[in-house]
C-alpha cells in the first residue's frame, strides 16, 4: 500500500490555514505537519478596533490546538531557519522536518530602513502596536497624529495601505465621539500623489474627498526622508506630530536568505500563476511570501491568501500524483475600509472597480464576516 504524501506547510497565517482546510478536503489521508512558533491565528484585520475598545486582543488571538486536532496536523512549535535538498528538508529552531511536498506561507516583514523608523508604530506588526496605540490616544490631551504608509519600490503590490485609511478614519471618529477632535489634528502622508491608487481609479478621489470632509489635512506626493522623535521628514517638508502612524512596505522573511530560493526583485519568493516555485519541485507559496504573476495592483490580504491557497493545494496533490497543474486564482480586491461606525465598500478585479458610499451596513458586514471566518478555527 502506497504511504499518504507528507505535507510540510510553513506559518500559522491565512495562507497557511487556509492550506490546510484546502489540503484536507481534497487528501483525508495526508500527513500534515505546520511549522509555526505558536499554535494561534492572530486576526489582524480586526486590531484596527483596538484603540477604540471595540475588539480585545483575547477576541483576536485564537487558539488553534482545536482546530489541529480536526484536521489532523502535527503542529511544530518552531521557526524556520533554512531549507535543503530542493526544500524535502526544512531546517527549524526545534529540528528538521521532511516532506514530500512542501507550502511556504510565512507572510513578508515590513521594511524599516528609513531613519528614526523607531518613532513611528507600526500598526500591523501585530495587537501589541494596536495596543500601544490605544494607550498612546488615551494619555494624549491633543496634538497632532501623522498616519501614513509607503511601498516596497522593487515590489508595487507589497504594500498594506488599507489598514491605515482605516486607522484614520477610525481615530477621527473615535475622537468625535469622545467630544475630543476639536483638540486634534490628524494629517496623512503618502509619498504617491494618488494613495491608494491599487484600490482602484474610482476610490482615489473618495477616499480623498471623505478626508476633505472630516478635517484631515494631507501631505501627497513628497518622497519620505525618515522620522524624529515629534517630526515625520519628507522632501516637501516636515510634519510635526505627537504620534506617528506608518506602515512601511513588505520584502521577504529574514531566512528567505539563508536559501537559494528564487527571489522577486523587492525580496519575495518569486512563483509562477499556479502558485509553484520555480525549479523547486513540489514547492509552492502562497499569501505575503510570494511575488505571483498579475497586474501590479494585486493585494497582499487575507482574501487574496485564500484564494492562493485553493490552487496551491490542488496543484501540489496533482503534481504528487504526476498529474497537469492546472489550477489558477482569481485576482480579486475586497475589502471594506472600516471608520468604527460605517464603512466604505472596495471591490476591484481586472474588469471592474467598485466604490460604495459609506454605509452603516458595511461596518457591521465587516464584523459579521470576522465571526464567521474566525468560527471556523475557534
Given amino acids: 500500500m502506497t504511504q499518504p504524501p507528507s505535507i510540510c506547510i510553513l506559518g500559522a497565517g491565512f495562507g497557511a ?27 489582524l484585520p480586526g486590531s484596527i478596533w483596538i484603540p477604540s475598545g471595540l475588539r480585545r486582543r483575547e477576541q483576536l488571538v485564537v487558539p488553534l490546538q482545536g482546530f489541529f486536532a480536526r484536521m489532523g ?13 530542493g526544500g524535502r528538508v526544512v531546517h527549524t529552531s526545534a529540528g528538521d522536518v521532511a516532506n514530500d511536498a512542501l ?15 523607531e518613532h513611528a508604530i507600526v500598526p500591523c506588526e501585530g495587537m501589541a502596536a494596536a495596543e500601544q496605540v490605544r494607550e498612546r490616544l488615551r494619555a494624549m490631551r491633543g496634538g497632532t497624529i501623522a498616519i501614513g504608509f509607503a511601498g516596497n519600490p522593487n515590489e508595487p503590490s507589497a504594500m498594506r495601505g488599507g489598514p491605515m485609511f482605516e486607522y484614520l478614519f477610525g481615530l477621527d471618529t473615535l475622537l468625535r465621539r469622545e467630544g475630543r477632535r476639536g483638540q486634534f489634528e490628524l494629517v496623512f502622508f503618502n509619498p504617491s500623489t494618488e494613495p491608494g491608487a491599487r484600490l482602484g481609479g474610482k476610490a482615489v478621489p473618495r477616499l480623498l474627498a471623505l478626508m476633505a470632509a472630516r478635517g484631515i489635512r494631507t501631505h501627497l506626493g513628497h518622497k519620505l526622508r525618515g522620522f524624529e522623535p515629534q517630526q515625520v521628514l519628507t522632501e516637501g517638508g516636515a510634519i510635526a506630530a505627537d504620534l506617528i502612524l506608518f506602515m512601511p512596505g513588505m520584502t521577504g522573511n529574514a ?30 507559496v502562497v499569501g505575503d511570501s510570494g511575488s505571483f504573476p498579475g497586474p501590479d495592483w494585486m493585494p497582499k490580504q487575507a482574501h487574496m491568501a485564500d484564494l492562493q491557497a485553493a490552487a496551491a493545494a490542488q496543484n501540489l496533490l496533482a503534481g504528487l500524483r504526476g498529474a497537469p497543474q492546472t489550477a489558477t486564482f482569481k485576482v480579486e480586491l475586497a475589502c471594506i475600509i472600516d471608520a ?18 459609506p454605509l452603516r451596513l458595511m461596518h457591521w458586514a465587516k464584523r459579521a464576516f470576522e465571526w464567521m471566518y474566525l468560527r471556523q478555527y475557534r
Fill in 17 to 43: 490555514l487556509s492550506t490546510v482546510r484546502a489540503l484536507r478536503r481534497l487528501a483525508p489521508q495526508a500527513r500534515i505537519t505546520l511549522v509555526a512558533p505558536r499554535a494561534e491565528l492572530h486576526y
Fill in 73 to 85: 496536523v502535527q503542529h511544530m512549535a518552531a521557526e524556520v531557519t533554512g531549507l535543503q535538498d
Fill in 103 to 117: 507550502v511556504i506561507a510565512t507572510g513578508g516583514r515590513f521594511i524599516k530602513k528609513l531613519p528614526g523608523i
Fill in 255 to 284: 531566512w528567505f536568505d539563508q536559501t537559494t530560493l528564487p527571489r522577486s526583485p523587492g525580496g519575495l519568493i518569486q512563483a509562477d500563476a499556479q502558485c509553484r516555485v520555480p525549479g523547486w519541485e513540489h514547492c509552492y
Fill in 340 to 357: 468604527l461606525n460605517h464603512g466604505t465598500l472596495v471591490w476591484r478585479t481586472p474588469e471592474r472597480n467598485i466604490v460604495l458610499p
